[in-house]
């Protein structure tokens, strides 16, 4: 972790949460300290569906909201989709955007993800852009190849320290407690940094690249001490507001 750039610790609570799930929310205003916000930036994307009534909830708190996709469009006849002027209407400052669940529950591929990080950007949100590899192509010695290639052709652009977070999640990680070892993940942000500073030269040393995939309280700090690791993005854990600012507690 560089000194420049400040640890970002990222809830999705990914189809998870009803009304009642502000609790949550509050817990975590509630168990902020201030070395904790001196130190670590707390994002918690909730479904689109609680976006607005958190809003009230964090406000006055250094807690910001995202979503967890967009459309790449502003407006328009899209069923069901919500854009990123939306999201941010409804009080969120970032989406994250290329979730392998997205690519692979609706077949999102890398020229869509590129799309919706230039909506994010065109609407005001930082986008936290996802990458990753499946089992087979780690098996097969190609993650960090699958990454860079995900990187090359996901982010647009203009890509910059202040106005993208990427966040790599080997798909074999997600929800199922495996973790990648300390040394292969810093292999992969390794490679991603490269790509990055390839694309984006000096930019690429101040933007931060997220680590998901199975972070826990027992693991985080762990995880978080892997060079090039600036935070992380939490699934499962993220839901309790203990387990959440116990793995930002980890981070510092
Ligand atoms: O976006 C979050 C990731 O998919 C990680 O989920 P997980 O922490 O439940 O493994």
Redo the contacts with the bound molecule.
């Keep these: 972790m560089s000194p420049a750039r400040r640890i970002l610790i ?1 809830g ?1 609570w ?1 189809m998870n949460g009803l009304r009642a799930a502000k609790s949550e929310l509050r817990g975590i205003v509630a168990g902020l300290d201030p070395t904790l916000q001196s130190k670590v930036d707390l994002l918690v994307c909730p479904p689109a569906t609680l976006l607005a009534g958190f809003a009230a909830d964090v406000a006055g708190s250094p807690i910001m909201l995202g979503g967890q996709d967009c459309h790449f469009n502003a407006s328009g006849a899209h069923t069901g989709d919500i854009s990123p002027d939306m999201l941010k209407d409804a009080g969120a400052v970032a989406v ?1 955007v290329g ?3 997205r690519r692979g529950d609706h077949g999102e591929g890398d020229a869509v993800v590129n799309a919706k990080t230039k909506a994010a950007w065109r609407a005001g949100l930082l986008p936290v852009v ?1 990458v990753g590899e499946t089992l087979a192509e780690r098996d097969a010695g190609d993650a960090a190849a699958v990454v860079a290639r995900q990187i090359r052709q996901s982010i647009p652009e203009g890509a910059t320290a202040q106005n993208l977070v990427v ?1 790599y ?1 080997p798909i074999w ?5 495996r973790t990648p070892t300390p040394e292969d993940v810093a292999q992969v942000h390794h490679a991603i940094r490269a790509v990055l500073t390839e694309r984006f030269a000096a930019e690429a040393q101040g933007i931060r690249i997220l680590y ?5 309280p027992d693991n985080a700090a762990i995880l978080l001490a892997v060079p090039d690791v600036d935070g992380a ?6 839901l309790k507001a203990a387990d959440f600012l116990a793995i930002a507690r980890a981070a510092i």
């Design positions: 990222a999705n990914k994250i979730h392998s669940e996802c966040a999640e990680a997600i929800g199922t407690g998901g995939g199975s972070v826990k993005l939490v699934g499962g854990a993220s």
